[in-house]
């Protein structure tokens, strides 16, 4: 009986050691050493394409319209006829000021006759020389005249030669907006025909004015360096468009109703994937962040205010819960802005339960963390069971 007393007190004794072993034992973190790195800004704005260039076909002359030449829809060259506008007109004229212009200078060419004969006599004094001043006047009169008919003439053939509408652009050319037939004029509110170039293609983004602020603060500050904005776009079905952009220029207005300013990129588009009025989705990177420091995303945790903490190693390996501000990630990780220093040991693993001021034991996240019940209480049993 002695014995077994013995015994069970050998075992309630191991029992008690057992539990405040575990009491005492600090549970493992994994930690990562923070350290700055270039991070880029990366901006996501919403977009509508806009055709590189877009010319209205108009005329530039009354009269009926006889003839078109193109293809709806189809590709157009600079200087390639369009329409045909009746020239029936404008022929007549071009003769009528042709007309015009001989018989001007047939007279011009009798008045300076006229002029050359008068002026021996009135050296002579064989005629006043007020006759010979007004032949002199006349002469002159009707080489002017001459130029004037010369220059309707020049008019009338440019009249004629508008009854032919050429394409202002090359381009893709859409549809007709008046028919054979119909009477146009240079007058008319509504075109013959638009054309646009797709190839490129512009996109037109909206950025708020308060970011644009904050960007060009940070980059005075020299806490951000400019990069050469190369914009990605994703299309209104979630596909990535293949070829990437170039920003540019941004406006120097601020839209009052808005308050954005707007970028614009410009994309090859030789496929005409991207049709103007198109609504896109465009990333870029508009600056880097030269000094910012990455925090896995696993050890960022937010309380029911909504702030930003994380739990560092802190001396005598307590873990010391710090506030800091991140408002955004980048890849797996979430970019911190204040809070944090290079050096500081953040901890990535084990921070479930983990309150500040709490004993830890910090091992290299890289580490393999140990499962089952610590060292101590395996060997408080194996005493216990000796």
């Known amino acids: 009986m002695l014995c077994l007393a013995a015994v069970v007190a050998v075992a309630g004794c191991s029992g008690k050691a057992d539990d405040a072993g575990r009491k005492r034992a600090a549970p493992e973190v994994g930690f990562v050493v923070a350290q700055t790195a270039a991070v880029p800004i990366v901006t996501s704005l919403g977009g509508r394409t806009v055709a590189f260039e877009q010319s209205e076909v108009r005329p530039q002359v009354t009269g009926l319209l006889r003839q078109r030449y193109f293809t709806e829809g189809g590709y157009v060259r600079a200087g390639e006829p369009l329409f045909q506008i009746d020239p029936s007109l404008y022929r007549a004229a071009v003769n009528e000021a042709s007309a015009n212009l001989q018989a001007a200078r047939a007279t011009a060419e009798a008045n300076a006759t006229k002029a050359e004969r008068f002026r021996p006599l009135a050296q002579m004094e064989a005629i006043a020389k007020q006759d010979y001043t007004d032949a002199l006047a ?55 025909a638009v054309i646009q170039r797709l190839d490129p293609i512009y ?28 914009v990605r776009l994703k299309l209104e079905d979630g596909s990535d468009y293949g070829t990437p952009g170039i920003v540019q220029f941004s406006e120097m207005v601020v839209n009052e109703a808005t ?10 588009n030789p496929q005409n994937v ?29 309380d029911f205010g909504g702030n930003a903490y ?30 944090l220093a290079a050096g500081e040991k953040i901890i990535t693993q084990g921070t479930s339960g983990l309150k500040g001021g709490a004993a830890i034991r910090p091992v290299p996240a890289s580490t393999p963390q140990r499962a089952g019940s610590p060292p101590s209480s395996q060997g408080a049993t194996s005493r216990a069971g000796g």
Do not use: C, H
């Not at 009169?141 to 652009?169: D, H, K, M, W, Y």
């Not at 049709?275 to 989705?281: A, E, I, N, R, S």
């Not at 990177?285 to 937010?302: C, F, G, K, M, S």
């Not at 560092?312 to 506030?323: E, I, P, S």
């Open 203 to 230: 996109v037109d983004m909206q950025q708020s004015s308060a970011d644009l602020v904050r960007l060009r603060r940070a980059l005075a500050a020299g806490g951000a360096a400019p990069t050469s904005a190369q």
């Open 259 to 268: 308050g954005t300013v707007t970028l614009r990129a410009r994309f090859p």
């Open 274 to 302: 991207l049709l103007p009025g198109m609504f896109v989705q465009a990333q870029f990177d508009q600056a880097v962040e030269t000094n910012a420091i990455l925090v896995p995303q696993a050890a960022l945790t937010r």
């Open 310 to 339: 994380v739990f560092l190693v802190g001396k005598d390996n307590k873990a010391v819960r710090r506030k800091v501000q991140a408002d955004r990630t980048y890849g797996a990780s979430w970019v911190i802005l204040s809070g």
């Open 138 to 192: 006349q002469a002159r009169q009707a080489r002017a005249a001459v130029a004037q008919n010369a220059a309707q003439l020049e008019t009338a053939r440019i009249n004629l030669r508008f009854t032919s509408v050429p394409a202002p652009i090359s381009g893709r050319i859409g549809r007709q907006l008046s028919t054979v037939g119909a009477l146009v004029s240079a007058n008319q509110a509504e075109p013959l």
